[in-house]
């Protein structure tokens, strides 16, 4: 099984500050996203959250290409936390002990939900998205199988955390790209992302994959996944990439000064930001 190197599997989350630093991480690349990709208002699409290796939780602009850090959620687990997502108002953690927490995007605040580890055979290094705001939303679970079989779409609501099984990821992708960092668009499609660099492209309500591709967009390090409209990020180390899938083009890139384990994101366009 793959793993996280340059130790950010093994993060340990440290004494938590709890609060909104204001830190900002200015762009050392030269190549910038798309700054046309706006609502009508000249708004962000979506508000996206980034969470790094060191337990730290961001604010990201894919348009800027600026990272603001929030602060450090105290979520209390001694174990390494392994990723993150997030909805409009809660960032989810997973942790290498199978542990899900719900982090209150406003506060900060930590609280243990009540997912069970190893449902359906869900593991620690599942790959997450959720989906939705409040009581109706949902976390999409990317999970490798314990024994034969290729890997498949799992789905629990955040009342009851419970898994069902939505359907088997085919074409099934190879082995290696099996560890994924997860995120969905609010076209109801995940994209799976492995550090080999294999993207999949898949439909949330079948679990069938619509495209896939060898992005080259590799890493030795740690890596997460933005859906920003309709454009795609792939976050390899600190570098973030800009993806047109369908074209397997590497658009531009940049350095964000962040090295991200998990990232998620809301659409933004028409609401009161």
Not at 73 to 96: E, K, L, S, V
Not at 133 to 156: E, H, L, Q, S
Request: proline share 5%; hydrophobic share 40%.
């Amino acid at each position: 099984m793959l793993r996280r190197l340059a130790g950010a599997a093994l993060a340990i989350l440290g004494t938590a500050c709890g609060t909104r630093t204001g830190l900002s991480v200015e762009l050392r690349g030269t190549s910038l996203p798309n700054p046309s990709m706006a609502c009508a208002d000249g708004g962000p699409l979506a508000t996206v959250y980034a969470f790094d290796e060191a337990g730290v939780l961001y604010a990201y602009d894919p348009r800027s290409g600026v990272a603001t850090a929030l602060g450090t959620p105290n979520c209390g687990n001694g174990i390494g936390f392994w990723t993150m997502t997030a909805t409009r108002d809660t960032a989810y953690i997973t942790y290498q002990d199978g542990t899900l927490y719900a982090v209150d995007l406003a506060t900060l605040a930590c609280t243990q939900t009540p997912f069970t580890s190893g449902q359906l055979g869900a593991g620690s290094q599942s790959g997450v998205a959720a989906v939705g705001t409040g009581a109706t939303a949902r976390i999409f679970f990317y999970v490798a199988p314990n024994g034969a079989g290729p890997p498949f779409i799992a789905a629990a609501d955040t009342q009851s955390f419970v898994l069902t099984k939505v359907g088997d990821v085919l074409p099934e992708p190879p082995a290696a790209a099996y560890v994924v960092n997860l995120t969905a668009d609010d076209e109801g499609n995940l994209y799976a992302y492995s550090p080999d660099g294999f993207v999949q492209k898949i439909d949330q309500a079948t679990g069938a994959v619509i495209a896939s591709r060898d992005s080259g967009v590799t890493t030795m390090s740690t890596w997460a996944t933005i859906a920003y409209g309709p454009e795609l990020y792939l976050w390899a180390g600190a570098r973030v990439v800009r993806y047109d899938l369908a074209a397997g083009v590497q658009e531009d890139a940049h350095d964000a000064g962040v090295y991200a384990i998990g990232a998620g994101s809301y659409p933004a366009c028409g609401m009161q930001q």
